[in-house]
């Protein structure tokens, strides 16, 4: 009964009485001879289930609820990465340095990197972890992760999720509680995406997420002024989400700053007095949030010194693993041709020490043997042209009724632009993309739907390299596994047809090309490779960077066309 509405998802409430839930409890009880993994999400539901009673939340979302915590806690004793011991130390810099050190301490390479915002979030967290375990803010304390302080880390992450929850909740509510709305929030909050990067590598991109799905869903509401405060708290939190901020700044000067009088035959004209107020309320509140969040350190005269530390443009063009973009294609073909150069002559090699190089990717790596080199303004001015698209979305849709959901077409297209083309893209910023996408499949047109399955899909799988562990292994094949085939069986197009119906012959081939990838790439042996031990990484960049690609041109035209 509590997962029906998760399957199917219903759109009215679920109506449990009293009696009904103390039925369920004593159910959970007698089950207790079960082993423990089994009964996670019992004890979740005997836990929260007054939450149900009193009105909190229903049925259906204690089922999300209790389904991903199940999930989440499970996966405690599974490995993290080192943003596990970045995130610890961040605990001990904000906790036990003066506010003044917080940007210069460096006795750890692991320095505090993200805006002032994230770092008060670091401190607030500090104070419970020193009760907690007063050693994981001992800042001399380094690599310390004894399984109290995982616990606190990992219950950090769940905690600070619920954010994420909340917000989804209001899409629902501002989508009148539709059933594709509510599969579409549980397919967000049980996202694949969330389940690696933050509950396995470690970090807290559901606690982020959640303030940008407010921010969308306060345009939906036509609350503009507070979309926009949203927005500049989440800047204040994590500077990645500057790839978002054209349709932002675009959207709210045409659709909030720019109030029009009332129209006087064909044309109507600009009320500058009223648009004028609107502009200095919006800019003052933007000024506010970034002034209580930077000031300080501006006026302790650390701004160089926080800069520095936010736009570290001495990395490479490409992460370590190539994040599935046009990049890794570039670079891609640049080694075919480094292959190909013996037989094509000398005069193809630009760079003839590149022949030799087996290591393109690496951080700070940014040459190329055949293909010219890339710079950091190149990949600036070549973004900003392929967020033109987005652009045009928002000065076509000014004012009419359709500009909320525009803006987060052109918000998702801001983002895939910025993953297409910027410079060292990280693979888990495709899920810029795919959260605000995700919301417009509440009633998507076939095309759109079409292109969010082929995206979610090869995006979430280009995140399989980030957990190379043996016994990470199953885990991300049956989550993203399960995750793809709900998505493809509950998620229709808004004529009612289910999203696997949807696919074309060709894309069906490509989603399920992934299981024969996935055996090359995960179960082969590496002997098999040989020399070549990096060809393994690149097969799955290069494989998914052609659906992405494929999904944002696909995605540009929908969205021009419609």
């Not at 999930?71 to 990465?81: D, T």
């Not at 979030?121 to 109290?148: C, K």
């Not at 405060?229 to 720019?258: E, G, N």
């Not at 399960?482 to 949807?502: E, H, K, N, Y």
Request: net charge positive; proline share 5%.
């Amino acid at each position: 009964m509590l997962l029906s509405g998760v399957v199917f998802g219903e759109g009215k409430r679920s109506e449990w009485s009293c009696f009904e839930n103390r039925s369920l409890v004593k159910d959970a009880v007698a089950a207790s001879s079960k082993p423990a993994s089994q009964l996670v999400p019992v004890f979740f539901i005997i836990v929260f289930s007054p939450l149900e009673l009193y009105g909190m939340v229903d049925a259906d979302e204690l089922a999300v609820l209790g389904i991903g915590l199940g999930i989440k806690l499970l996966l405690w004793p599974a490995y993290h990465s080192t943003d596990f011991e970045v995130h610890r130390n961040w605990l001990a810099i904000t906790h036990s340095q003066p506010l003044d050190r917080w940007y210069i301490e460096s006795r750890s390479e692991w320095t505090l990197d993200y805006p002032p915002l994230f770092a008060w979030f670091e401190w607030v967290l500090s104070l419970a972890a020193a009760r907690w375990d007063s050693r994981i803010v001992d800042i001399d304390n380094h690599g310390y992760a004894t399984a109290s302080c995982v616990a606190f880390q990992r219950l950090s992450v769940l905690v600070s999720e619920l954010v994420l929850f909340a917000a989804l909740r209001r899409f629902v509510r501002v989508s009148g509680h539709s059933s594709q709305s509510r599969v579409v929030a549980a397919l967000a909050f049980l996202s694949p995406g969330l389940v690696f990067v933050d509950h396995i590598h470690f970090q807290y991109n559901g606690f982020l997420f959640g303030i940008l799905v407010y921010s969308l869903v306060f345009a939906l509401e036509r609350r503009n002024l507070l979309a926009g405060t949203a927005f500049a708290v989440l800047l204040c939190f994590k500077h990645i989400y500057m790839y978002l901020a054209p349709a932002y700044f675009l959207y709210l000067l045409l659709d909030y700053c720019v109030v029009r009088q009332p129209p006087q035959g064909r044309r109507s004209r600009v009320d500058f007095g009223a648009s004028t107020l609107r502009l200095i309320s919006l800019g003052s509140a933007v000024a506010l949030v970034f002034g209580a969040a930077f000031g300080p350190f501006v006026a302790m005269g650390q701004a160089q010194q926080l800069a520095s530390r936010l736009f570290p443009f001495k990395r490479g063009l490409c992460h370590a693993f190539w994040a599935p973009n046009f990049w890794a294609l570039y670079a891609f073909a640049d080694r075919v041709l480094i292959a190909l150069a013996p037989r094509l002559g000398s005069v193809l090699v630009s760079d003839p020490a590149g022949v030799d190089t087996t290591t393109r990717g690496l951080v700070g790596d940014t040459g190329f043997a055949v293909l010219p080199d890339i710079s950091p303004l190149t990949t600036f001015v070549v973004t900003l042209a392929a967020q033109a698209p987005a652009y045009a979305l928002l000065l076509s849709s000014s004012s009419s009724s359709r500009g909320p959901v525009r803006f987060v077409e052109a918000v998702t297209l801001c983002a895939f632009a910025s993953f297409m083309f910027g410079w060292h893209v990280h693979e888990k910023a495709v899920m810029l993309i795919l959260v605000p996408l995700g919301l417009l499949m509440a009633s998507p047109r076939r095309r759109t739907l079409r292109m969010f399955a082929v995206l979610s899909i090869a995006g979430y799988y280009s995140l399989f390299p980030l957990l190379f562990g043996a016994q990470e292994l199953p885990v991300k094949a049956a989550v993203l596994l399960m995750w793809s085939t709900l998505c493809l069986a509950l998620l229709r197009a808004s004529d009612g047809v289910p999203a696997w119906r949807c696919l074309t012959a060709i894309e069906r081939v490509y989603v399920a090309g992934h299981l024969v990838l996935f055996c090359a790439t995960e179960l082969a042996p590496g002997a098999l490779f040989g020399r070549m031990q990096f060809l393994p990484l690149a097969l799955v960049s290069v494989y998914t960077a052609v659906g992405v690609t494929y999904s944002w041109l696909g995605l540009v035209a929908d969205f021009l066309c419609c």
